[in-house]
């Protein structure tokens, strides 16, 4: 079977014997056997590190839990400073993490069940892969865009018991945060644990709004004129006038 590498933007045709093969298993081959210089990443080959994701035909995927097909054509992921083939830069991912700090920011006293340890599990199984910022239309025109795997992580902590600062966590996401996200929902499609960072977006709006945020592009509007989608002339929506 043949299998295209995109490297350097140029594309590289390898033909490997046909079988069933993982696309990992398959870079292997095409690195032990027909060129030692083609570099990717590879960690625990079960899905859990996150480290071999990579994108085949037009999405991203563990390619250690993903089955090769005759022509597939692998590329590194987007939005991300490629070092070589197909392994990309995390510098961006780590730099958000710091900035928006995305820990415990100050510890509290609170006893902590296992109701309460379950509404943090799901955001505490991502695995870094950096699917979700490779899908993400925001983080591809704006890198200070705190992103989805970020934004994930701060409804963890804003809803961890042990956390006594809540608030801190909601301010440093209302720029460059919560409401820069279009919920287009690619970050949830791509996201091979299926966690769901579109939900957890809405959520922290949700919670924003009861710390008095409110969406920027939503107080900017304006309700005196502009577009008329009722067919009102004096302005937009209801006019108090008539």
């Excluded at 083939?85 to 958000?96: A, F, G, Q, R």
């Excluded at 710091?98 to 109701?115: A, G, L, R, V």
Aim: hydrophobic share 35%; glycine share 6%; aromatic share 8%.
């Amino acid at each position: 079977m043949k299998l295209t590498i995109i490297r350097d933007n140029k594309e590289q045709v390898f033909e490997i014997p046909d079988g069933k093969y993982t696309v990992l298993e398959g870079l292997r081959y095409i690195k032990i056997n027909l060129d030692r210089t083609l570099s990717f990443n590879q960690g625990c080959r079960s899905g859990v590190c996150g480290s071999c994701a990579c994108i085949v035909g037009d999405k991203e995927v563990l390619s250690c839990k993903t089955f090769l097909n005759d022509g597939d054509v692998l590329k590194p992921l987007k939005n991300l400073v490629i070092i070589k083939d197909l392994v990309v830069s995390k510098d961006t991912i780590e730099e958000n993490i710091k900035k928006f700090k995305t820990t415990i920011i100050e510890n509290s006293n609170n006893q902590t069940s296992n109701i309460d340890v379950k509404k943090i599990d799901i955001q505490s199984n991502c695995i870094l892969c950096q699917s979700c910022y490779s899908s993400c239309p925001v983080f591809s025109v704006n890198k200070d865009f705190a992103g989805p795997y970020i934004l994930s992580r701060v409804l963890r902590y804003t809803n961890d018991k042990k956390e006594a600062n809540q608030k801190a966590h909601i301010d440093l996401v209302q720029e460059n945060g919560v409401w820069d996200c279009t919920l287009c929902g690619n970050c949830t499609l791509v996201c091979p644990e299926h966690l769901d960072p579109k939900n957890d977006i809405q959520l922290l709006r949700n919670i924003s709004a009861t710390y008095g945020y409110m969406d920027p592009n939503f107080a900017s509007m304006s309700f005196s004129g502009g577009l008329d989608f009722t067919g009102n002339q004096n302005g937009f929506g209801f006019n108090p006038n008539f």
